[in-house]
């Protein structure tokens, strides 16, 4: 077996360094093949499998802004920097192709928690697993009456409590997350007329960067 480069890259949360090697062909043909059988998110499964033994961390407690930085670094030094990628537009069905830097895709917020302070409720919110699931980003929700410690709950226990909340709470909930460290790339384009998409989540990195 030919030994693969070693690189190490510094996690912009944790501000841990960990030390990854590059894909293979063969990891690249698997991740294909697993497209081919089950979509994009069958891809994404494989794809993590895959780098479970490429990266010196488990990746499974990475939050998902160094889970991102993980896909982009690997990405770099397996494929390239700069690439285009090719896509049909859901609106006018057209085949649109862009070029994409990986060099101009950066982590964006200042912390990694607070604090809200909203219509009697204080909610303490922390970077989530999964930035579409807005109730893993709570730690805990106090109001005058009780607490609720959402580090002791199951996942659906969590999501029924989130949504027992006011839409403003949730909304403020939503906007706080903004702050906290996160990944976001737009990715604008014109056909019939300009359109954007929003690349936020891991597996959205992932099928811009290795899949479209």
């Not at 979509?39 to 499974?60: H, M, R, V």
């Not at 889970?67 to 609106?91: A, D, N, Q």
């Not at 409590?161 to 976001?184: A, G, R, S, T």
Request: net charge neutral; aromatic share 8%.
């Amino acid at each position: 077996m030919i030994d693969l480069p070693v690189y190490e890259t510094k996690l912009p949360v944790s501000n841990k360094k960990i030390k990854f090697s590059p894909l293979t062909v063969k990891q690249e043909k698997n991740i294909g093949a697993a497209k081919q059988t089950g979509g994009n998110s069958a891809a994404f499964t494989t794809f993590l499998e895959i780098i479970k033994e490429k990266i010196n961390t488990d990746i499974s407690k990475l939050s998902e802004p160094d889970l991102i930085h993980c896909i982009l670094e690997i990405r770099k030094f397996s494929v390239g920097e700069k690439f285009k990628t090719t896509f049909v537009c859901p609106h006018s069905k057209q085949k649109v192709s862009k070029e994409v830097d990986c060099n101009l895709i950066s982590v964006s917020g200042k912390k990694k928690e607070s604090t809200i302070n909203e219509m009697g409720y204080t909610i303490k919110i922390k970077i989530p697993k999964k930035q579409k699931d807005l109730w893993g980003a709570i730690d805990f929700i106090e109001t005058a009456k009780e607490k609720i410690d959402f580090t002791e709950l199951a996942d659906k226990q969590k999501e029924n409590h989130f949504n027992d909340l006011p839409i403003k709470v949730k909304n403020k909930v939503k906007e706080e997350l903004d702050n906290l460290f996160h990944y976001e790339y737009e990715l604008d384009y014109e056909t019939d007329t300009n359109h954007t998409i929003k690349v936020r989540s891991a597996e959205d990195f992932f099928i811009l960067l290795f899949v479209m």
